[in-house]
């Protein structure tokens, strides 16, 4: 079994930073993509950014430039540097695992923008 434990969310006033972090254990394969995806209220849950076991990112247009993705293979550990945060950024934000055409999904992490 693979369980994500997510970290770092909180109240930041608009234009602040966060880091949010993810911890994967269990049976971590050595093809995966790992992510991270959104939720707002009343909207459907969104991806954010990911990256692949070789390193290759995605990014939502909404957040490029802003949001850098990044992992620790040997930790397998994933984290989310988020800059110039906007009030539009408040979601829960879940660490996300796509192994084997499995998905994994972290409890989330609740992250709000306000001044």
């Known amino acids: 079994q693979v369980q994500l434990v997510e970290s770092g969310g909180g109240l930041v006033r608009p234009g602040g930073s966060l880091r949010l972090s993810c911890a994967a254990s269990?049976?971590?394969?050595?093809?995966?993509?790992l992510g991270w995806y959104r939720q707002a209220p009343g909207k459907q849950r969104e991806m954010v950014a990911t990256i692949t076991s070789t390193g290759r990112t995605y990014y939502a247009d909404s957040v490029k430039d802003r949001f850098t993705i990044s992992r620790d293979g040997a930790k397998n550990t994933v984290a989310l540097q988020m800059n110039s945060l906007k009030p539009e950024d408040t979601a829960v934000y879940y660490c996300h695992l796509d192994q084997a055409l499995t998905n994994y999904w972290g409890q989330g992490t609740q992250v709000t923008v306000s001044s």
């Open positions: 269990g049976s971590i394969f050595s093809i995966y993509v």
